[in-house]
Every structure is written in C-alpha cells, then in structure tokens.
C-alpha cells in the first residue's frame, strides 16, 4: 500500500505589512498543517522555498518548529475546518514582532532541540498566509487559485519536480518562484521535466536528453481558492524513450484547498 501523504500548502510567505520603505521578510516554509495529529509535536517542515529566511536559517524537511519567540507551537489542537492551530500561531507571533525583533524558533532535528535566531527588521508581518508566488492573471469575478511547481510530491509514485516553461503562453516569472497566482479557470500550460538522471534507470544515455526539447502541453483548471501541484510523471515502462517523450509526463497530482488573496 502507498504511503498517505497529508498536508496543507500553508505556509510559503510571511510578507511584511510595513511602510513601503521598511524591508520586508518571509519564512518561506511549507509545513504540514493538515490536522491536529499532524501537528501535535509542533509544525513538521515539508520544505523551504529557495533564498528565503527558513532557507538561510537552514530549516530542513522532517525539521519539528516547537516554539517560537516562546509561544508553543505544539498541542494547540485544530480550527473550524479541522487544521492544526499551530500554523495561525506561528503567524500571529510573527505578526506581534517589534520592528527589529529577532525570530527565535526552537527546531527538533533527528531528537536534538536547536535554537535558530534571525531579524526580521520590519515593523510588522501580515498575519495572513499567502503564497510565495508570480501574479500571473489578476483575480477575475470567479475567483482565483495557484499553480505551484514546489517539488513535494511523493517519490514513491515516480512524481519529480517539474518546470513551467510557458503559463498562458509568456514566460511566469519572477525566475525561482514556485508558486503563480492565476485566474480561477482554464490554463495552458508548457512544461519541461526535472527528473534526476540517476533516477531513471537507463544508464548514462539518459544524461543525453533536452529537458525543454521532450517539454509537453499540459491544460490545468484551477479551481477557486485552490493550489495545483504540478509534478514530472516518470513512467518506468517507457523510461528510455527519449526520441518520442514517452518516459514522462506533466500531471497535477494534488489539489488543496488555500485561500489565494
């Protein structure tokens, strides 16, 4: 049987809602958040989005944030919709920070407590959560989703981090972000694999192969207040065919529910 994989996309961005003047900061974490069992010992990290504060402080996945600035992140049980308490805890001290004040944040790492320290250097962080993400299409009238590329999805199914080359036809961007706020709606997409040579068991040959030449159409409905993960399919049967593109294929392989504002 797989292994059942539950989490909420809850946490990429912390962003500041200082004057303009004043610099912003974000976390830049994922972490699961789907129930209160899931968070019982404190907030588990799924990953960090590149560059970011969690990145810099060195969070890793499988990292436990028990605490932060002294408030317990753990046993806090869950809210209305059943998701742990401790992701609006982490926001809502974050947002009560000084301009100035440190972050510190007790980690459990493989049964050892760390401490990690970093200044946020702003006078106030939004207490909402957002994504780390490009605004590709303004919200419309029938709301609006995301389509994020953040490569969590489980190895055991052959899923790999993928690429968006094209969303509506132009370039997303800013480059590195994971993330895109889109339009609730249909949109085309184009999209290149990030599969791991090593991973596809065909030998050196298949070192060989154009990632943006074997790139594939992939049409996405983003539902309102809801984040695709889109991920590279590695199709075993077929994984040295490179000449037709048939060793993979770009799928959405999670939709969870996320307020997109």
């Not at 004043?22 to 976390?27: E, F, G």
């Not at 944030?65 to 742990?84: F, I, K, Y």
């Not at 706020?181 to 997409?189: C, E």
């Not at 050196?204 to 809801?226: C, H, N, Y």
Request: proline share 7%; charged share 20%; aromatic share 4%.
């Amino acid at each position: 049987m797989k292994p059942r994989i539950a989490f909420a996309l809850i946490l990429f961005l912390v962003a500041a809602a200082a004057a303009a003047a004043s610099p912003s900061a974000s976390l830049g974490l994922l972490v699961d958040s789907a129930s209160a069992e899931a968070a019982r010992d404190g907030l588990r990290v799924l990953g960090a989005t590149p560059g970011s504060v969690a990145d810099r402080l060195g969070l890793r996945p499988g990292d436990v944030l028990v605490d932060v600035n002294g408030t317990a992140l753990a046993n806090l049980g869950a809210d209305a919709n059943g998701r742990a308490l401790a992701a609006t805890t982490l926001n809502a001290s974050i947002a009560d920070l000084a301009p100035a004040a440190p972050l510190r944040l007790r980690v459990l790492r493989n049964g050892t407590l760390l401490a990690m320290n970093v200044p946020l250097q702003t006078a106030a962080a939004a207490a909402s959560v957002t994504a780390a993400d490009g605004v590709v299409d303004s919200p419309s009238g029938s709301g609006c989703g995301r389509i994020s590329t953040f490569d969590v999805a489980p190895r055991s199914e052959h899923l790999y981090r993928a690429k968006i080359l094209l969303l509506d036809g132009a370039t997303p961007g800013p480059t590195g972000t994971p993330s895109f706020r889109v339009s609730a709606g249909t949109h085309k997409l184009l999209v290149a694999e990030d599969i791991p040579t090593q991973e596809m068991g065909v030998g050196p040959i298949a070192s060989l192969r154009s990632r943006r030449d074997t790139s594939k159409a992939l049409t996405v409905t983003v539902k309102p207040d809801t984040t695709a993960l889109l991920a590279a399919r590695l199709n075993t049967d077929k994984a040295a065919d490179f000449a037709h593109g048939a060793y993979w294929d770009p799928v959405v392989w999670r939709e969870i529910p996320e307020n997109c504002r």
